[in-house]
Structure formats: C-alpha cells, structure tokens
C-alpha cells in the first residue's frame, strides 16, 4: 500500500521547509510527495525543488482547486494531505498506512493542536468541542484539512460532486459530506496528532469566531 502526500502552497516560503522536512523525516517514507504551487510569487517553488519533492503549479486561485489537483495528480492508492504550517509526527505514514490496511475505511483523520499558541485552544479544544460538535451537526464524523487521508477510489467517486467555491464551504467539511454520500468510512485516529500554526488566528481572531461559524452555516446549508 503506497502514500501519495498533498501540500498545497501558497506564498508559504516561511513555512514550508519545517513542514517539508517533517514529512520527509518519516519512519516509514511517503512513496511521493507533491507540492501543489498555487500561483505564489515568493520562494515557495524554489524551496520545494530544492528539499526533492514533486511540485506541481495549479494557476486557477483558491485552496479548492489546488487540493484537487494535489488530489488528482497523486498517483497511489492512498492520498495523504496536510498544509504548509503544519508539523506531523515521524510515525503519522506509518499509522495511515497501518489504519488502511487493518481497517475497512475510505477515509482516516486525526486531532491537531496549535503549536504556536497557548490557553484553551489546546488538542483538547479540538478533540471534544469543534471535531465533536461538527460532527454532531452533520451527523458523522468529518475530516480536518490539514491532517486527513483518504482513498484514491473514493475521491474518484466524489471529485466531480465536491463544491469548487472556497467562500460557500469548509472544504474539508464538504469532502467529508460527499464521501459519506457515497458511504464512505471516515475513520478518526488520535495517534495522529499532528501540531499546526495558529497565525491565522493571532492575526485575525474575528476570522475564527466569526468567518468560520458563519462559512460552516452556509456549508450546511449547501447539503441540507
């Protein structure tokens, strides 16, 4: 069973080679890593060709196309994505692919934490209020972008059905939705823990309190 890993970029030059080498420093190797070049115009591209991996330039704006066409141009049975900001632990391929192969699942997720930030925005936070309370509103279990895997043969069944509007939906969410339209299995694994940065929210906290809740009503919305 391969892994196929997703990162897609935009202007990340400050993040990327810490993201990079941690997925690079895997126990067990991804069998290919690609970063999708969302039209930056730092030294994101140079970055990636640099550290070895695969890059792939996607021209047509917005974190939906470019994780389509990650998703798309992966080439294994098994499609791993995670963002730029992130730092996942040296066993999180080894787990995914050890989840794939004893379970009878389409897709696997995991809880994250924000490694820059402190008080009660903790892995706790998100293990039992968000993860817990979107899945209660959608009725299963959803997904978290930035630490997911899922089949190549489901996102075949979904990939012409996802929304393509970034400002409509949670992307994530919304991946989640459709593969649990087709019956999908969409398991959770708290082995993969993985920390990411919190710069968006020291940046702007009305985005987290407010954008997201009310992008997460008009995702509702779509699916109702």
Same mark, same amino acid.
């Given at each position: !069973?391969?892994?196929?890993?997703?990162?897609?970029?935009?202007?990340?030059?400050?993040?990327?080679?810490?993201?990079?080498? @941690?997925?690079?420093?895997?126990?067990?190797?991804?069998?290919?890593?690609?970063?999708?070049?969302?039209?930056?115009?730092?030294?994101?591209?140079?970055i990636a060709?640099?550290?070895?991996?695969?890059?792939?330039?996607?021209?047509?704006?917005? !974190?939906? /196309?470019?994780?389509?066409?990650? *998703?798309?141009?992966?080439?294994?049975?098994?499609?791993?994505?995670?963002?730029?900001?992130?730092?996942?632990?040296?066993?999180?391929?080894?787990?995914?692919?050890?989840? *794939?192969?004893?379970?009878?699942? $389409?897709?696997?997720?995991? /809880?994250?934490? *924000?490694? $820059?930030?402190?008080?009660?925005?903790?892995?706790?936070?998100?293990?039992?209020?968000?993860?817990?309370?979107?899945?209660?509103?959608?009725? @299963?279990?959803?997904?978290?972008?930035?630490? !997911?895997?899922?089949? %190549?043969?489901?996102?075949?069944?979904?990939?012409?059905?996802?929304?393509?509007?970034?400002?409509?939906?949670?992307?994530?969410?919304?991946?989640?939705?459709?593969? @649990?339209?087709?019956?999908?299995?969409?398991?959770?694994? %708290?082995?993969?823990?993985?920390?990411?940065?919190? +710069? +968006?929210?020291?940046?702007? /906290?009305?985005? *987290?309190?407010?954008?997201? /809740?009310?992008? @997460?009503? %008009?995702?509702?919305?779509?699916?109702l």
């Amino acid at each position: !069973m391969k892994v196929s890993v997703v990162i897609p970029a935009y202007n990340e030059e400050q993040y990327l080679e810490t993201c990079l080498r @941690h997925v690079l420093d895997q126990e067990e190797p991804a069998d290919e890593v690609i970063v999708i070049d969302n039209n930056s115009t730092d030294k994101t591209a140079e970055i990636a060709k640099k550290m070895g991996v695969k890059v792939i330039r996607e021209t047509t704006q917005g !974190m939906i /196309p470019t994780r389509n066409r990650g *998703f798309n141009e992966a080439s294994n049975e098994i499609i791993a994505r995670t963002d730029c900001d992130t730092r996942v632990p040296r066993n999180w391929i080894k787990i995914i692919k050890e989840d *794939f192969a004893k379970y009878d699942i $389409d897709a696997l997720g995991g /809880p994250v934490f *924000f490694y $820059d930030l402190k008080g009660f925005l903790t892995t706790k936070f998100f293990d039992t209020v968000y993860s817990a309370s979107v899945g209660f509103i959608y009725g @299963h279990k959803i997904l978290i972008g930035p630490n !997911m895997a899922i089949k %190549k043969s489901i996102w075949e069944k979904v990939k012409d059905e996802v929304c393509l509007d970034d400002k409509k939906v949670h992307e994530d969410v919304d991946l989640s939705v459709h593969i @649990h339209k087709h019956k999908g299995r969409i398991m959770i694994d %708290k082995r993969l823990l993985i920390g990411m940065s919190g +710069r +968006r929210l020291k940046s702007n /906290p009305l985005s *987290f309190f407010i954008e997201y /809740p009310i992008r @997460h009503l %008009k995702t509702r919305l779509t699916h109702l």
